[in-house]
């Protein structure tokens, strides 16, 4: 039977079958040697959504964060730090992507991992960077895709003159998600303003 988080809100020491759990603390146990579960209820009863965790104290929501999924963690992330910012929940966020971030470079080679780069984030790009810095081969593939990447920010730029302000407008909503490009075609614009 798989194991499920147990967190311990009393003042003292909890021992569920063969594990201790100290106070504030989430330990993974056999149900069967919880008193009172109740089996036959649908797994996802005992799951809050990943916003419901907000409200939930740091122990708790630790405790959680290994069920959740890549996209639930980031969305979490977000939102922590969005709101009450806990260094607790943030730290434990961040150990939780790089471990899987970790765990999916070593099921890929790295041909692989290279042709994955272009579809991630620039975050998540340096969250990589910082992860294999001492693997000399990773790190200089992750570099050369954060060089092309500038490479075609710097075409991009060049290129933004030969716009009238209805197209860097459009350009605008078109690379809303892309901050170094947004910043670049608000210079644009700030530049002919200035210009007429």
Avoid: C, W
Wanted: proline content about 7%.
């Amino acid at each position: 039977m798989p194991k499920v988080p147990f967190y311990n809100d009393k003042d003292h020491a909890e021992h569920i079958g063969p594990v201790t759990i100290m106070p504030g603390g989430t330990r993974d146990v056999d149900p069967r040697d919880i008193p009172n579960y109740k089996a036959e209820e649908p797994a996802a009863a005992h799951q809050p959504s990943a916003l419901d965790l907000l409200d939930l104290s740091v122990p708790k929501i630790t405790g959680f964060i290994p069920q959740l999924g890549d996209d639930e963690l980031r969305q979490l992330k977000k939102a922590e730090e969005d709101g009450k910012a806990r260094t607790g929940v943030i730290s434990a966020l961040d150990a939780e992507i790089l471990k899987r971030s970790s765990s999916e470079l070593d099921k890929l080679d790295l041909a692989s991992f290279v042709d994955s780069l272009p579809g991630k984030l620039i975050d998540e790009l340096g969250e990589l960077a910082d992860l294999h810095a001492n693997d000399q081969a990773v790190a200089a593939v992750i570099q050369a895709e954060f060089d092309r990447r500038n490479g075609e920010l710097v075409d991009f730029i060049s290129e933004l003159p030969t716009f009238d302000p209805q197209g860097l407008t459009g350009l605008l909503e078109t690379y809303a998600d892309h901050p170094a490009y947004v910043d670049a075609i608000k210079a644009e614009i700030a530049k002919q303003d200035t210009a007429d």
